[in-house]
C-alpha cells in the first residue's frame, strides 16, 4: 500500500472518548475517501474529500468529522465514540488513471 | 440507486478446482468495474479492473474476469484454485466522477484440500 499511510493501525477506545484517524498521501492526487468495513457488510463511505478543502458526505456519515486542511491528509474524527464505531478503517486515493489506492486500514474498538 | 451485489456469502472450492465469484451491478451508466481480495486481517489488494474494451479482463494470480452488459455482471474466474487463494474477495464499481467505489458486501472463499 505504498503512498497511502495511515495512522494509528489499532486502537482502544472507551464510550465518549474521541479521537483522529489521518490518511497521509504522498501521491498528489486529489480524491480522498474514508470507508469502514464491518463483517458481512463490505466497505462502506463515511466521507470523501475531492480536493483541499472540500468534504462530502457518504453512505454512513453520522458520528463522524472530517477535515482536508492539507492536499495531502484526510482527517477522520469521533467526537464522541459509541460501541457501534467499532470497525476497521479503511483510506482510500483514487489517482488520474481511476485507480484506487487503500491504506492498511485502522482496527478501532470502543468498548 | 446504484448498487454492487455479491449473491454468493461463502463458496468452498477444491483445490486445483476452477472457480467463479459472481458480481452484479445496478449503475446509470457502464461503470468502471473492480476486484479485490483480502485475507484475513489485511488491506485490499487489487486483482484486476475494466474500463472499457476487451470485456475480458487478465489480473494478478491467474485471475480473469468477464465483463457482460447484457447481465449487467462481472464474474471473477480463476482455472484452477490454489490454498493460498483462500481469502474475502470483494467486488466494486465506480465512475468517471470519482465520486466513490460502492462495494459488495463480499464473497469469503475456502479453498479444502
Known amino acids: 500500500n505504498a503512498g497511502v499511510t495511515q495512522t494509528p493501525k489499532f486502537r482502544v477506545l472507551k464510550t465518549g472518548q474521541s479521537m483522529t484517524l489521518l490518511c497521509a498521501q504522498d501521491?498528489?492526487?486529489?480524491?480522498m475517501y474514508w470507508y469502514r468495513q464491518d463483517p458481512g457488510m463490505g466497505l462502506r463511505l463515511i466521507h470523501y474529500s475531492v480536493g483541499e478543502g472540500t468534504t462530502a458526505k457518504g453512505e454512513v456519515p453520522d458520528g463522524y468529522n472530517v477535515s482536508r486542511l492539507k492536499k495531502q491528509n484526510f482527517l477522520l474524527g469521533l467526537e464522541s465514540a459509541a460501541p457501534s464505531q467499532t470497525s476497521v478503517y479503511f483510506c482510500?486515493?483514487?489517482?488520474?488513471?481511476?485507480?484506487?489506492?487503500f491504506g492498511s486500514g485502522t482496527r478501532l474498538t470502543v468498548v | 440507486a446504484q448498487s454492487v451485489t455479491q449473491p454468493d456469502i461463502h463458496i468452498t472450492v477444491s483445490e486445483g478446482a476452477s472457480l467463479e465469484l459472481r458480481c452484479n451491478y445496478s449503475y446509470g451508466a457502464t461503470p468502471y468495474l473492480f476486484w479485490y481480495v483480502q485475507s484475513p486481517g489485511q488491506g485490499l489488494q487489487l486483482l484486476l479492473k475494466y474500463f472499457s474494451g476487451d470485456t475480458l479482463v487478465q489480473g494478478i494470480k491467474g485471475f480473469e474476469a468477464e465483463f457482460k452488459r447484457s447481465q449487467s455482471s462481472f464474474n471473477l474466474r480463476k482455472p484452477s484454485v490454489h490454498w493460498s487463494d483462500a481469502a474475502e474477495y470483494f467486488c466494486?464499481?465506480?465512475?468517471?466522477?470519482?465520486?466513490?467505489?460502492?462495494f459488495g458486501k463480499g464473497t469469503t472463499l475456502s479453498v479444502s484440500s
Open positions: 466494486a464499481a465506480g465512475n468517471q466522477a470519482g465520486t466513490a467505489l460502492i
Open positions: 482510500a486515493v483514487r489517482d488520474r488513471g481511476y485507480g484506487y489506492t
Open positions: 501521491m498528489n492526487h486529489e480524491y
